[in-house]
């Protein structure tokens, strides 16, 4: 390197030629730099130099506050703001959460996507002003028009609306993931008695086969909890890439002796860190969960005692028509919602306590013995039990009768089932793909029979699904308004209507191949929505209504909904005024003909609740909203006042609603969104909905302020209290104080004798239909588009941190060996196609993928295709039956609970080099 002995080393001779050229270069006037001098140590002291402040200007900020990264997200992050001269510069994650007693620490807490925030928001598609369209929809020409404008426009239209065609013909859709700013569109659905179409369903987020079982289905452990398991199965749900806050709780099980499972088509990156994989083909899950079901009642490995407490699997079950045993039965002016089980001590039939027609609200048995297996007579009637009729329909699906539809060999069935069997306490991650195929409804019944049967459901374990809020009253007393409850529908079937779906769907599909696959075709499902309907079981609004003014809050609607192209098309003819409110220029807004500016995350005063963790998170606001853009709650609330304002001008007073029993005070509505100027303010309704929550109450509001985040107490939890000292898990109340479930039998109820399931034969759970995705098979891939690491939803998908972190373009991936079969070479440009559509996109080999499928990450942009294209082009639409039911017990339509999901993953297409 050097010679010592030279008396000069390299890095002496730079140092001495670096202050030699910085002498020479800088002008004498500049003393500073001329007094430059080399740091051995820069950990000792050493003179102050004031030119060094330019660099250290850039580092500093004028303020600090909090926010919370969650657009679309359901983590739950703090992180706190850095600002200067009133611009977030950076975000940083806060790690003061406490730590609960043998669980591993939460923090810190965030992902890549919150971590560029602050430079994310800066791009250009955010939206600083009120836009007017003033070319055609979608050509994305715009004029700047001021808020009063805005709302003039909007506010007279919907008085016209109301006037010209009645209540009802406003829809106002929202997603903001906040609970002040999402609230804001449920308080003025209210007051306008319009549409509040169930977004949930519309993104395929709703799990309404598992809510026939348990009631409410979309509930989780806060995912702390994960740490306390011996076994989990990740199903169809990829943690490592979509859980990044959370992923180490599943990391650390395994330090602790967990053993972990992933069941998926693909080899995905949580694949890596499981003990087992299973490769299930795409749309067989069902039959895999059966075959399971299979293995553990054969072999014995159920108890017995939780399962005649906890379930209907003892309930009586009439021979000759397939109905429960029910109090009615043997006098017809007796409930029809009590039920029997046999008792083994007696040897007769006993009423069962804790259904909702029962007087005694409690599980607890006494002296009652029920037997879960055997045929009896009942005063002259034969019966059964649930468990019998169980055992005797699930026989078929054995592991080696599954095989040939899910792929798997029987011994990896017994491996797993083995796992199970042994487990002490065992998980079920079930992430939200399963329930966008056709299988999903019945495979959700299966998956909670699996964890029940070995008597882990609020016990030792939870098959969590993938959120849900906690408990705050103060934020159903924002949103509420006594005596108009506004009127709420199934997303998929508004859209199914609005947007003309049956008819691309009855285009697309193959009807003597659907047929045979699972026994009815499109004009079937059409005429069974209709049916429905007509028996008030799923909500109308949709079939009588239009959407003549549509305010769109936060949601990429097209984006999110299969056919995209007609949906849009279709939609857009039935809609006079298209209003879009987000911070940014998404897809949707393109089409808009008023697009407002909504308040980013750093400009927001409110907070975000979710399940997946105790804490309550911070929007602090930590700076105002810049140019022209206002919160949620701002704009709602200054749309009622401009609606109050026009109403008074031209002598417009209450409107009478029939259809719900309503009214609407046009005279008045301004004041009546605000409750007379109590919650004008965005502090006024924050303040209001946390401290009219019992498990935030007064105090959190300062609190929150401080640190960026809260604990919620105890009556946070919607089926149990919140504990102190360990993580909290659902149902536990049910076996530990014998509460009855919100359920027709008060159990986890696996039996539904409802006349659909029993005209379907799925009046216990078990496979709807062969198996396999149902696309038209002159296709030869399914595909799949599942959760990405590098956006939420849509959101991120074009920043350009992230998009470095890829191929920065949409993708589509596949298994090398089709890639080759069809000529096509990594990187190569494709194009994907079947008779309802086609986009472009570049190819990526993806060895993890089964040769039949094709895989591309959802979120992508319309404006990010090739000719304007999108990956919902292709997709086609379908609706569940099952999911259609109504008027049973707790099987009802509810919006985020139970309608027709969206199904996503029943399209088949094609792809070529394009």
């Avoid at 806060?94 to 609960?100: A, I, K």
């Avoid at 989780?220 to 740490?227: E, H, I, Y």
């Avoid at 209907?312 to 043997?330: Q, Y």
């Amino acid at each position: 390197m050097t010679n010592q002995k030279d008396g000069i080393g390299r890095r002496k001779f730079l140092q001495m030629s670096g202050t030699a050229l910085a002498t020479l270069a800088v002008p004498p006037s500049v003393l500073a730099f001329s007094k430059i001098q080399p740091v051995d140590d820069p950990l000792k002291s050493y003179p102050y130099r004031g030119w060094e402040d330019l660099y250290r200007k850039e580092w500093t900020w004028d303020s600090t506050g909090f926010i919370t990264h969650s657009i679309g997200c359901v983590a739950g992050c703090a992180w706190k703001v850095y600002v200067k001269n009133g611009i977030p510069m950076r975000d940083e994650q806060v790690s003061e959460y406490p730590q609960l007693p043998g669980i591993p620490d939460m923090n810190p807490r965030g992902c890549q996507k919150g971590a560029v925030y602050c430079s994310w928001s800066k791009q250009p598609d955010h939206l600083k002003w009120p836009l007017r369209r003033v070319g055609e929809r979608g050509e994305r020409k715009w004029k700047r028009i001021s808020w009063d404008e805005a709302f003039t426009e909007i506010a007279d239209k919907i008085i016209d609306t109301t006037l010209k065609e009645g209540p009802g013909n406003v829809v106002i859709p929202k997603r903001p993931f906040s609970v002040v700013g999402n609230t804001a569109y449920t308080r003025m659905a209210n007051l306008l008695g319009a549409i509040k179409p169930d977004v949930s369903s519309m993104t395929g987020d709703l799990y309404p086969g598992m809510q026939t079982v348990r009631n409410p289905a979309r509930t989780v452990s806060t995912f702390d909890d994960w740490f306390t398991s011996d076994l989990i199965l990740m199903w169809h749900k990829n943690p490592i890439v979509t859980r990044i806050p959370d992923a180490h709780f599943l990391t650390e099980a395994r330090y602790n002796g967990a053993r972990l499972v992933n069941i998926s088509a693909d080899y995905n990156p949580s694949s890596v860190h499981a003990d087992l994989f299973v490769p299930v083909a795409s749309g067989t899950d069902s039959h895999l969960a059966a075959a399971i079901v299979n293995e553990l009642i054969a072999g014995k490995h159920y108890k017995a005692d939780y399962l005649k407490e906890q379930t209907d699997l003892p309930f009586l079950v009439r021979t000759d028509n397939g109905k429960f045993l029910r109090e009615s039965d043997f006098n017809k002016d007796a409930s029809d919602e009590v039920f029997y089980v046999w008792d083994s001590k007696s040897g007769k039939a006993v009423l069962a306590p804790g259904s909702m027609g029962s007087k005694e609200k409690t599980l607890k048995l006494g002296a009652i013995d029920p037997a879960l297996e055997g045929t009896f007579k009942a005063n002259g009637i034969e019966v059964t039990t649930v468990f019998e009729r169980l055992k005797a329909e699930i026989a078929p699906y054995t592991p080696e009768a599954t095989q040939k539809t899910t792929g798997i060999h029987p011994s990896v069935v017994r491996e797993l089932v083995g796992m199970i069997a042994e487990s002490k306490a065992m998980r079920i991650l079930d992430g939200y793909n399963n329930q966008k195929h056709f299988d999903g409804f019945q495979c959700g019944r299966l998956k909670i029979l699996i964890l029940t049967l070995i008597g882990h459901h609020g016990t030792t374990g939870s098959i969590d699904t993938t959120y849900e809020g906690w408990k705050l009253e103060g934020k159903s007393a924002l949103g509420k308004v006594e005596g108009r409850k506004g009127r709420s529908v199934s997303m998929v079937l508004a859209q199914w209507v609005w947007g003309e779906q049956y008819k691309r769907s009855k285009a697309y599909y193959d009807d003597a191949q659907l047929k045979e696959q699972i026994g009815f075709g499109v004009d079937d499902m059409e005429a069974m929505r209709k049916e429905s309907e007509a028996r008030g079981w799923m909500p109308n609004w949709q079939s009588i209504k239009n959407p003549t003014v549509y305010i769109n809050g936060g949601i990429n609607t097209f984006a999110t909904s299969n056919g995209y192209q007609h949906l849009r098309d279709n939609f857009l003819k039935r809609c006079e005024l298209f209003v879009v409110v987000d911070l940014r220029m998404l897809s949707a807004a393109m089409y808009a003909d008023i697009v407002l500016p909504a308040a980013e995350n750093t400009e927001m005063l409110d907070i975000r609740e979710t399940s997946v963790t105790r804490f309550i998170h911070l929007f602090g606001r930590p700076v105002q909203p810049m140019y022209e853009r206002k919160t949620d709650w701002q704009i709602m609330a200054g749309l009622a006042a401009k609606i109050q304002e026009r109403a008074r001008a031209r002598g417009i007073t209450r409107v009478e609603d029939p259809e719900i029993k309503a009214w609407i005070d046009f005279d008045k509505i301004g004041d009546e969104f605000t409750m007379n100027g109590a919650v004008a303010s965005d502090e006024d309704a924050l303040r209001f909905a946390m401290e009219k929550s019992k498990a935030l109450g007064p105090g959190t509001y300062e609190e929150i302020m401080k640190k960026g985040f809260v604990a919620v107490g105890p009556s946070a939890g919607k089926t149990g209290p919140v504990p102190k000292d360990k993580p909290y898990r659902p149902f536990t109340v049910n076996v530990t104080e014998k509460k009855p479930y919100k359920t027709l039998t008060g159990r986890l109820q696996f039996y539904i004798d409802h006349e659909w399931f029993q005209r379907f034969g799925t009046e216990v759970p078990k496979p709807q239909f062969g198996g396999g995705v149902v696309g038209p098979k002159k296709y030869p891939f399914v595909r799949n588009s599942p959760h990405t690491r590098w956006g939420i939803h849509s959101y991120y998908r074009n920043d350009p941190w992230l998009l470095r972190q890829q191929r920065g373009t949409p993708d589509v991936r596949m298994n090398p060996k089709a890639m080759a079969a069809k000529g096509i070479k990594d990187g190569d440009t494709v194009r994907i196609f079947n008779s309802s559509g086609e986009f472009f996109a570049m190819a990526k080999a993806f060895p993890a993928l089964p040769e039949n499928m094709l895989f591309s990450e959802h979120g992508w942009e319309q404006y990010m295709y090739k000719g304007m294209t999108h990956y919902n082009f292709v997709s086609a639409e379908l609706i569940n039956p099952l999911e259609l039911v109504g008027g049973y017990g707790h099987v009802k339509y509810k919006s985020g609970g139970f309608n027709p999901n969206r199904i996503f993953h029943e399209t088949t297409v094609d792809v070529e080099k394009a």
